[in-house]
């Protein structure tokens, strides 16, 4: 298989999106491990094959940092790719929350995997691994009622494209652009299966990403075919999204 044999870390990985690449990963042949602080509901697995769970909090670099040396001493120092993808943010305006609680959706969004990478670098540079960060198109557009984790995904590109320099040539370094993502969690923000249709058919796709999709991006992004791509952000995200004035223009000539 593709990756048969290599050793993927997953953060987040127990549900949503990031179970999804977990599962892909399985499915192309790597030995995963997905970490988060609670364990899966049941267990992550593709293709008769299962990942490992470690119960890690991303917040604190201490456990991140044990979370790695242990890994080494399973894997016999291996790990070919880490997966940042661990994150997310309430709704919350601005104007509703202290700049703390703002700052630690931040934190959660850009400092973890920043403390993450680091602390996984010596065995991705042993490996000549890559790192693939989960990115959002939040970062690239005003993202109203969750401005703070916009700009955190915003931040973490710009430290993808810095960590794909200072890194080369041993690791590569790449992040993932999502747009919208059907994940068990969707209703929260789209309301029930009536608005989750609406909003998809805001996609030019006509659909909102499925899990599997940042998967094989994933997977790509990871393996050798990718072996030339360091420090790109790659858009998963159904075409984007269509511009309002569009919209607006023929609503008028209509009238």
Known sequence: MELGGRVVVVTGGTRG????????????????????RRPPGRPVAAGGRTAAYVPVDLRDPGGVQRFFDDLGGRTGGRLDCLVNNA??????????????RHARVVHLNLVAPMTASLAAYPLLRE???????????????????????????????????????EWAPRVRVNTLVLGMVATESA?????????????????????????????????????????YISGAALLVHG????????????AHKEA
């Open 17 to 36: 999106v990031g179970a999804g690449i977990a599962r892909s990963f399985l499915a192309a042949g790597a030995d995963v491990v997905v970490c988060a």
């Open 87 to 100: 994150g997310g943010t309430p709704y919350r305006p601005l104007g509703e929350g202290a700049a703390e």
């Open 127 to 165: 490996a000549r691994g890559s790192v693939v960060m989960v990115g959002s198109v939040s970062g690239s557009r005003p993202s109203p009622g969750t401005a703070a984790y916009g700009a955190a995904k915003a931040g973490l590109e710009h430290l993808a494209r810095s960590m794909a320099v």
């Open 187 to 227: 209703h929260l923000h789209y309301g029930d299966a009536d608005g989750v249709a609406a909003v998809a058919a805001t996609v030019p796709l006509g659909r909102l990403a499925d899990p599997a999709d940042a998967g094989a991006a994933a997977v790509f992004l990871a393996s050798d075919r990718a072996g």
């Open 239 to 250: 075409g984007g999204e269509r511009p309002a004035f569009l919209d607006a223009s023929t």
